[in-house]
């Protein structure tokens, strides 16, 4: 089991570039979802997933953009990067919605300039 | 609003000595509790979790204790190790809510 994969490991953008953080789980996990870890706020929730077809928001979901069309796979989407996106940004999935322990991929810093 | 807090950014112990990390919360709906670590460039792992109608959970040499009242979590590490070393976070959620709070982290140095 390769658990919870994130691409790229690192990725520079200009303000106003879109990109797409992949991330893909080979637990067969329902819950899947995306974090930003910043420096002194711990990790804040952006988009979940408790199914293929089904996302709703976290904490911070503005900017950001998700789908799931398979239950592997939960891309994070930034239409129109801004410098106060420049974050490290982790994966998880979990095998239970909501209150049991995640999974959780390398992560991918992105820096927004 | 920070709704979970670790107030200590840092704490250094020495190996065999007991490490006490601390965390506080402010939404009395959490009722489930967990601690994660997180080595550098690597994602959090799972350490232990404690759900509300417990006070403790023990996991080895890992304990985390719940104060309700308080509203306070610790996690114990007896004896400490320098593998320890990591960054300790703690985080809280409610049942059947998907939105799981953190705190900003404790970094955790075991002196050999």
């Known amino acids: 089991n390769a658990g919870v994969t994130q691409t790229p490991k690192f990725q520079v953008l200009k303000t106003g570039q879109s990109m797409t953080l992949q991330c893909a789980q080979d637990m067969n996990h329902e819950y899947m979802s995306w974090y930003r870890q910043d420096p002194g706020m711990g990790l804040r929730l952006i988009h979940y997933s408790v199914g293929a077809g089904i996302t709703d928001q976290g904490e911070v979901p503005n900017g950001y953009n998700v789908s799931r069309s398979t239950t592997e796979d939960f891309p994070l989407r930034l239409l129109s990067a801004a410098p106060s996106q420049t974050s490290v940004y982790f994966c998880?999935?979990?095998?239970?919605?909501?209150?049991?322990?995640?999974?959780f991929g390398p992560g991918t810093r992105l820096t927004v300039t | 609003d920070q709704q979970v807090k670790q107030n200590s950014p840092s704490l250094s112990v020495q190996e065999g000595r007991i490490s006490i990390l601390n965390c506080d919360y402010t939404?009395?709906?959490?009722?489930?509790f967990l601690w994660y670590k997180k080595y550098p460039a690597e994602g959090p792992t799972f350490l232990i979790s404690?759900?509300?109608?417990?006070d403790k959970n023990e996991d080895g040499r890992f304990t985390v204790f719940l104060n309700k009242s308080a509203k306070h979590l610790s996690l114990h590490i007896v004896p400490s190790q320098p593998g320890d070393s990591a960054v300790y976070f703690c985080?809280?959620?409610?049942?059947?809510?998907?939105?799981?709070?953190f705190g900003a982290g404790t970094r955790l140095t075991v002196k050999p």
């Open positions: 985080a809280a959620g409610i049942y059947n809510n998907n939105d799981m709070r």
């Open positions: 998880a999935s979990s095998p239970r919605t909501g209150r049991y322990e995640q999974y």
């Open positions: 939404n009395s709906m959490f009722d489930y």
């Open positions: 404690i759900s509300s109608i417990k």
